[in-house]
């Protein structure tokens, strides 16, 4: 079945850092990307979106880029915040809107 | 304010018991789904349903009953609560096409003694 696996956490880093968190997925046809955020305390929210290859998604200084033939859909930011603090998750669509998530990973990030 | 209701946002229950966890949504969604957050698992779907009277089983059903009587609302039923069951439980919601994402609720913290 569709699968998702991301790099495992935590992840820290200092402000102002590079960001990439890898991202890749294993599914039938093409399936719609999607990266989500979850703030401590609070549900997922919807980060950024590709829904075919070579599409880049972007939202809040964060991108990813569809990559059919790696089957990838890594987040990166180039200089993150301490606000940035959170989980991601990354995910994928095939079919009947069900969403198939990744782990999850936990950023952190220093002052 | 527009978007994924969910009730309680803690729950404490006693192994045997049962009770429902509350979903609503105002945003006319078709679909609408539950899922549980379990540590290093990720999300894990336990039901779904693609409109009102139409739901079907995720990768976890076990434990657990739904029904969708109308648009808005999608509870979910634990008949009788096992210590497994003790996780964060989210309901999202989404329209019936399109690749648009999903809204979610703030979740309901549930444990089982």
């Known amino acids: 079945g569709d699968s998702v696996t991301q790099m495992e956490g935590p992840v820290t880093l200092s402000e102002e850092a590079f960001l990439t968190i890898n991202c890749t997925y294993t599914?039938?046809?093409?399936?719609?990307l999607f990266w989500y955020v979850q703030y401590p305390g609070e549900g997922l929210q919807l980060l950024l979106k590709?829904?075919?290859?070579?599409d880049k998604g972007s939202n809040k200084g964060f991108e990813a880029t569809y990559r059919k033939e790696t089957t990838s859909f890594h987040l990166e930011k180039g200089s993150v915040q301490v606000s940035d603090s959170a989980v991601y998750f990354c995910?994928?669509?095939?079919?009947?809107?069900?969403?198939?998530f990744g782990q999850g990973t936990r950023l952190t990030i220093n002052p | 304010n527009a978007g994924v209701t969910q009730t309680p946002k803690f729950q404490v229950l006693k192994t045997g018991q049962s009770m429902t966890l509350q979903c609503a949504q105002d945003?006319?969604?078709?679909?609408m789904s539950w899922y549980r957050q379990d540590p290093g698992m990720g999300l894990r779907l336990i039901h779904y349903?693609?409109?009102?009277?139409?739901?079907d089983q995720g990768e976890v059903p076990n434990g657990y009953n739904v029904s969708r009587s109308t648009t808005e609302d999608f509870p979910l039923r634990l008949l009788s609560a096992a210590p497994s069951q003790t996780s964060v439980y989210f309901c999202?919601?989404?329209?019936?096409?399109?690749?648009?994402?999903?809204?979610f609720g703030s979740g309901t913290r549930l444990t089982v003694v």
């Open positions: 590709a829904t075919k290859a070579d």
């Open positions: 945003m006319n969604h078709e679909y």
């Open positions: 349903s693609v409109g009102a009277g139409i739901t």
């Open positions: 999202a919601s989404g329209q019936g096409q399109g690749n648009y994402g999903y809204t």
């Open positions: 995910a994928l669509q095939q079919g009947a809107q069900k969403l198939v």
């Open positions: 599914a039938t046809g093409y399936p719609s």
